[in-house]
C-alpha cells in the first residue's frame, strides 16, 4: 500500500482559502483512484471529494461543491484538494486516501490506504 501524507492544513478566517495536498510514497498512485475525507470532533469521518485515476471523473459532497476543487499530478505522486469560500463547519482534520477503484468513490470503505491527516481550522 503506499504510503500518504497530507500537508497544507492550518488556521483560516471564514472566507478564506487553503490548498491541502497528498503525497504518496512507496507506492505509484497510477491506476488508483483517490479521496478526501474530514472529521470534525464528535462526529463521524465524512466524504469530501474525490477523483478518478486518470482526472476523467471528479466526485464531491454536496456541502463543498462549488468550493472545492480536486486534482492530481500522477507524475508527482500528488493529490491536492483546493478549497475556497472556506466556512467554521469546514473545520476538521482532512484525510487523503487512496482506492484501488479506478473510479471515484464516495465510501471510505473503498479505501484501504490513508495518511495521517492534517488539521484545518476556520475561525474568526
Known amino acids: 500500500q503506499a504510503r500518504l501524507a497530507e500537508s497544507g492544513g492550518g488556521p483560516v478566517q471564514p472566507g478564506g482559502s487553503l490548498r491541502l495536498s497528498c503525497a504518496a510514497s512507496?507506492?505509484?498512485?497510477?491506476?488508483?483512484?483517490m479521496g478526501w475525507f474530514r472529521q470534525a470532533p464528535g462526529k463521524e469521518r465524512e466524504f469530501v471529494a474525490a477523483?478518478?485515476?486518470?482526472?476523467?471523473?471528479?466526485s464531491y459532497a454536496n456541502s463543498v461543491k462549488g468550493r472545492c476543487i480536486i486534482s492530481r499530478d500522477n507524475a508527482k505522486n500528488t493529490v491536492f484538494l483546493q478549497m475556497s469560500s472556506l466556512k467554521p463547519e469546514d473545520s476538521g482534520v482532512y484525510y487523503c486516501?487512496?482506492?484501488?477503484?479506478?473510479?471515484?468513490?464516495?465510501?471510505?470503505?473503498?479505501?484501504?490506504?490513508w495518511g495521517q491527516g492534517t488539521q484545518v481550522t476556520v475561525s474568526s
Open positions: 477523483i478518478a485515476w486518470n482526472s476523467a471523473s471528479t
Open positions: 486516501s487512496a482506492s484501488p477503484l479506478r473510479l471515484p468513490s464516495t465510501r471510505s470503505q473503498d479505501y484501504p490506504s
Open positions: 512507496g507506492r505509484t498512485l497510477v491506476g488508483s483512484s
